[in-house]
RNA sequence: GGUCGAGUAGCUCAGUCGGCAGAGCAUACGCCUGAAAAGCGUAGGGUCACCGGAUCGACGCCGGUCUCGACCA
């Protein structure tokens, strides 16, 4: 925001698996109306929390916001998030399509015949993607199955997969805190989510007809006031499962973009704005 | 003050007949092209509360000390 506001003409593509959802904003952290008005914002509130959401639906949205931005002589400011929707949009990824009927026969298998005996079957049809995977990764095996087995070519054929970093016509700065005070920061945000009334929100999207879809419902703190409110833990509980899940993610985001060696990194201890802004500038 | 129980990895706890110290979670690191705020893997980590004793050999048996908990007074 601050970026945006010096800048006229810069606008913000937001690049986050949750953020599209409508009525979703206490606990995904949604930018305010405020901001949204002094700035605009892209790819949020695309769907109800009813609906299933996917990469493919995200990089359609937000390939379709660069190009307006583009005609407009305006500048784009991606912000993510999602590390693999960021990479769908600045590596365009072939995404090879569905098979809901073959994925359907594999879902049933794999609990019958476990995960290993599926990529098994993946290391003879498809000996690449294979190997690019864990024997016991059930959802990247039933995956890489159905497309193999829909399509009639491997898996591995659609793309060279997520190591190779090729250079892109967009800037890529990264912020990384300490661990200590990323995990302060958690604990203050999941407290003022709560302050703010995420367990009435979540509550309130369970009520509506829709309620919320499988994608919608495993969103970082969703999940767990959905068990607050099934009873199946306490208030203090609730709040400690969230940040912990908060904090492994943001582990895990940062273990994701620092594969790509096409970021440039920024240590932030306590003013993001400080040392964050004079690196964006230079860009 | 007394009786009983407990003390093992950062946390919660297993540990059979005395024979190489274990699990889950956490942590670190890594993987993953239509669920990605999801999913999966690998690794590090120990004065077995402490002191002494018997034994070829003790987390385990014996004696004592400390700490915590429950109950009794």
């Known amino acids: 925001m601050a970026y945006a506001l010096r800048h006229p003409g810069t606008e913000i593509v937001v690049v986050d698996a949750m953020q599209v959802y409508r009525h979703m904003d ?35 949205a937000a390939c ?60 003879a049809l498809d000996p690449v993607a294979a190997s690019r995977m864990e024997p016991g990764n059930e959802r990247r095996i039933v995956r890489a199955l159905e497309v193999t087995l829909g399509s009639g070519r491997q898996f ?36 003022r989510m709560m302050d703010d009334g995420l367990v009435d929100e979540v509550a309130g999207l369970r009520h509506r007809p829709g309620g919320l879809s499988r994608t919608a419902s495993q969103a970082l703190g969703y999940r767990e006031v959905i068990d607050l409110l099934d009873g199946r833990a306490t208030v203090s509980e609730t709040v400690d499962a969230i940040a912990l899940h908060t904090r492994q993610y943001a582990v895990r985001q940062e273990r994701w973009f ?23 500038e230079r860009r």
Request: hydrophobic share 40%; aromatic share 6%.
């Open 26 to 60: 206490i606990g995904t952290a949604k930018p305010s109306a405020a901001d949204r008005d002094a700035v605009p914002h892209h790819c949020l509130d695309l769907v109800d929390p009813g609906d299933d959401f996917t990469v493919a639906d995200h990089t359609v």
């Open 64 to 123: 379709a916001a660069l190009d307006a931005i583009e005609s407009r002589g305006g500048r784009a400011l991606l912000v993510a998030g999602t590390g693999l929707y960021l990479r769908a949009i600045t590596d365009p990824m072939e995404l090879p399509g569905r098979w809901p009927a073959v994925r359907e026969q594999l879902e049933q298998r794999v609990q019958l015949e476990g995960a290993a005996a599926l990529h098994a079957e993946l290391a």
């Open 156 to 191: 591995s054929s659609f793309g060279p997969g997520l190591d190779e970093y090729r250079p892109v016509p967009f800037e890529m700065v990264g912020l990384r805190w300490q661990r200590d005070a990323l995990s302060a920061r958690i604990e203050a945000r999941v407290r």
């Open 258 to 280: 620092r594969r790509d060696p096409r970021v440039t990194w920024v240590e932030v201890h306590d003013d993001p704005e400080r040392t964050l802004l004079p690196v964006l």
